[in-house]
């Protein structure tokens, strides 16, 4: 079923567009060098991994994307240091106070006055992190031998996930969201594929015996989750490999590089319709695309200097923007779609060499990276992407099979599409669109309004989900009026369910920017 709407630009909230051209943010080394390691969203704020390659000075940086608009946080340890968004925090490791071993793990929503540390372990370091749903996953390992254990938190609470394990320091990774439900899949370097309910009594095995993964990335091709990963004595090497969840679902993908040659895929992101990534074959180390299935994991272009992406970020459902080599221009900003037409230069920012930029986040509707324009050395930027979709809020409703919402970025003059999945047969269910939630706010059954509520919202679509399909498509007609240019909004699915004690499904959200 498809239904035909119009969107109402009164009802939206405006924001000012910005020049597609990189800002800088901050000169935080003048006449030198600076590498911004990390950036993660708390609110309408980043929150930066910022060193000075002269004097190695690390700080931590809140920012609004202006130089005054950007201040101190504190100090940390080292530039590498991980970071991640869950819920309104942003989770950050720095020095601890027990030890020269201890890693505090600190929380911020941006403020000097909501920073503060959560949780340290006597001689533990704080390692890889991950974003699930409104939670955090993080790991802490003892300097000098070889053993990790794994956490989970909310902001609040910190609980563990998996107690100390043998050769696995730095080597838990990968927390990704299994599709449609509350639980995740992580990696253990030498080890195996978990899923994890979030409790340690709910986090279970799933990869079979003798198995090798090797990836640091895991993400979501349509169906299934994707990652890096190799299997003793199967001569395949180290190539795609999948994971639905199950034991039975967790195996070889596709054998890129055939044989015992890897192609050694990696940096995964999800962009809706398929999963981009990197992978080494006969044609070099280029950029692939997987829709989850043999048949659906192709190159995307042959080009004639090669490919390497060292940070994909999406942009919206179908595209993503990348740190990629493109013959005469160098390392620079590359937008694609995930064909090879689509695949093109974003931004030419150093005009004599190449910018080389690094550690893409996408912070609302723009790009936040470090590069080096010629002029100022390397510093931390960001440019706005245009037209664009991302997903917010996570969802809630019925267990294992939770409701789901994606749609493309919204152009003007051309049509939109929102796409409902998992949604109940037989009961009614209705796309709300409104201006996007600053401030999220809890609702029973751990949901979240992606809409604010507070200001005008309507029913961009409203229809009873027939018994024959879970999945309903929408499809949205953008004025072709350059005064949305720029135009921010959010989309959520809502369906009633007498089956839930708090009578409603939610999706999760999705916030879009109109552009050309």
Not at 31 to 50: C, E, F, T, Y
Not at 178 to 206: C, M, N, W
Not at 251 to 263: E, M, N, Y
Request: one cysteine or more; hydrophobic letters at 40%.
């Amino acid at each position: 079923m498809h239904t035909h709407r119009t969107i109402l630009a009164s009802c939206l909230l405006a924001l000012p567009a910005i020049a597609q051209a990189p800002q800088l943010i901050v000169d935080y080394t003048p006449n030198g060098s600076s590498a911004m390691a990390k950036a993660a969203q708390a609110g309408d704020r980043a929150i930066l991994l910022v060193e000075s390659q002269s004097t190695k000075t690390r700080t931590v940086l809140s920012s609004d994307g202006t130089s005054l608009g950007t201040h101190s946080l504190g100090t940390t340890w080292r530039s590498a240091n991980p970071v991640a968004s869950g819920g309104d925090w942003v989770f950050y490791s720095q020095p601890g106070t027990t030890s020269i071993y201890t890693d505090a793990l600190t929380r911020t929503d941006g403020s000097l006055e909501n920073t503060s540390v959560l949780f340290s372990q006597n001689n533990e370091g704080v390692g890889e992190m991950g974003t699930v749903g409104d939670r955090v996953c993080f790991v802490t390992g003892v300097p000098f031998i070889n053993s990790a254990h794994a956490y989970i938190t909310d902001g609040q609470q910190v609980s563990i996930l998996v107690r100390r394990l043998l050769d696995a320091h730095d080597g838990i990774r990968g927390f990704t969201p299994v599709p449609a439900s509350r639980d995740f899949v992580f990696l253990i370097h030498q080890g195996a594929v978990l899923r994890s309910d979030g409790t340690e009594q709910g986090t279970k095995y799933l990869g079979p015996g003798g198995t090798f993964y090797m990836g640091r990335t895991m993400a979501r091709a349509r169906d299934v989750i994707i990652f890096r990963g190799e299997a003793y004595g199967r001569g395949t090497g180290s190539e795609l490999w999948q994971t639905d969840g199950t034991p039975q679902g967790t195996k070889l993908l596709k054998d890129i590089a055939p044989g015992a040659a890897s192609s050694n895929p990696e940096g995964f992101v999800d962009v809706g319709p398929f999963a981009l990534f990197t992978a080494t074959d006969s044609a070099g180390t280029e950029l692939w695309r997987t829709d989850g299935t043999v048949a659906g994991t192709v190159r995307v272009a042959d080009f004639a200097v090669d490919l390497d992406p060292r940070d994909i970020v999406r942009t919206g459902y179908g595209e993503a923007i990348l740190s990629g080599v493109i013959a005469g221009y160098g390392r620079e900003l590359v937008r694609t779609d995930g064909t090879a037409a689509g695949t093109r230069l974003f931004v030419d920012m150093h005009k004599t060499a190449s910018s080389a930029p690094a550690n893409l986040a996408r912070i609302g509707a723009e790009i936040f990276f470090e590069g080096d324009d010629g002029t100022v050395g390397r510093e931390p930027y960001r440019i706005a992407f245009g037209a664009g979709s991302w997903k917010t809020e996570p969802s809630c409703g019925v267990p294992h099979d939770h409701l789901e919402l994606d749609a493309t970025a919204p152009r003007i003059g051309t049509t939109m599409q929102a796409f409902s999945t998992q949604v109940q047969p037989g009961s009614p269910a209705a796309l709300v669109i409104g201006a996007r939630k600053r401030k999220r706010v809890p609702l029973p059954g751990r949901c979240y309004a992606a809409i604010d509520m507070a200001q005008p919202f309507f029913a961009l679509d409203a229809w009873t989900q027939p018994s024959s399909s879970k999945q309903h498509t929408t499809t949205v007609q953008v004025p072709n009026q350059s005064s949305l240019i720029g135009v921010r909004f959010a989309l959520q699915t809502v369906q009633p369910l007498s089956v839930l004690a708090h009578g409603f499904a939610l999706s999760n959200g999705v916030e879009c920017v109109i552009g050309r």
